[in-house]
């Protein structure tokens, strides 16, 4: 079975900053990740995902992130943060165990607080 | 091009009523989903169809049903509501249903069950 951990539901940095966002998975096969990220009042729009071949994905509104089978990891990087990037962010793992592969399991998800 | 319409936005809802949320895609997508979310629990999968006609339970299945008449709609039924189905519920869709597969979703129905 996969799962998914988010470490730090709020993360707060400022503008211009660093942003890391943690996610680590377990999977009994070799996994499909994703980060969406969630605007307020808005429904969930994908940032980027691992299928399998480069292990950094570079994602919309210069998110990457990158996969790492030792650590289990897929955290979620951008070099300078901006206001904008205010959200909710969630790794997401395919549940390549059932028969709909594509169905998604969850993390819990974390608050981006940019701070100007 | 709409995407992904949920219909209401915003309900409150007695214990007991029946409700059923509705889903509309306009993306000819085979797969879709209904998911909730709750704070601190991300979101969790309810139900799910690979294509029309076809159905599957997710995560947290109980009180709830779906149907899949056609391509575009995934209604979501409450039968009999309770206060633990306040929630904020998405629908989502997907070209195929496959494990790569990005997943488009709607701007979510909000539900209030006193």
């Known amino acids: 079975a996969q799962s998914v951990t988010q470490l730090g539901s709020h993360v707060s940095v400022s503008e211009g900053a660093l942003v890391l966002l943690r996610c680590n998975y377990s999977s009994s096969v070799p996994p499909y990740l994703f980060w969406y990220v969630q605007y307020p009042n808005q429904g969930l729009q994908l940032l980027l995902k691992y299928t399998s071949a480069a292990t950094l994905v570079k994602g919309i509104n210069g998110f990457e992130a990158e996969f790492k089978k030792s650590e289990t990891s897929f955290h979620l990087t951008k070099p300078s943060a901006h206001m904008s990037d205010a959200a909710e962010y969630f790794c997401a793992v395919s549940d390549r165990g059932s028969s709909n592969t594509g169905k998604l399991i969850f993390g819990q998800g974390t608050t981006l607080q940019v701070k100007p | 091009i709409a995407g992904i319409t949920q219909a209401p936005t915003s309900q409150i809802l007695a214990a007991g009523r029946r409700m059923t949320l509705r889903c509309t895609q306009d993306?000819?997508?085979?797969?879709m989903y209904w998911y909730r979310q709750d704070l601190g629990l991300g979101l969790r999968l309810i139900h799910y169809s690979n294509t029309a006609g076809t159905t599957g339970k997710g995560e947290v299945p109980d009180g709830y049903s779906v149907s899949r008449a056609n391509t575009d709609d995934f209604p979501l039924t409450l039968a009999s509501a309770v206060p633990s189905q306040t929630s904020v519920y998405f629908c989502?869709?997907?070209?195929?249903?496959?494990?790569?597969?990005?997943?488009?979703f709607g701007p979510g129905t909000r539900l209030t069950v006193l």
């Open positions: 989502a869709s997907s070209v195929a249903g496959g494990g790569t597969d990005t997943q488009y």
């Open positions: 993306m000819r997508h085979n797969a």
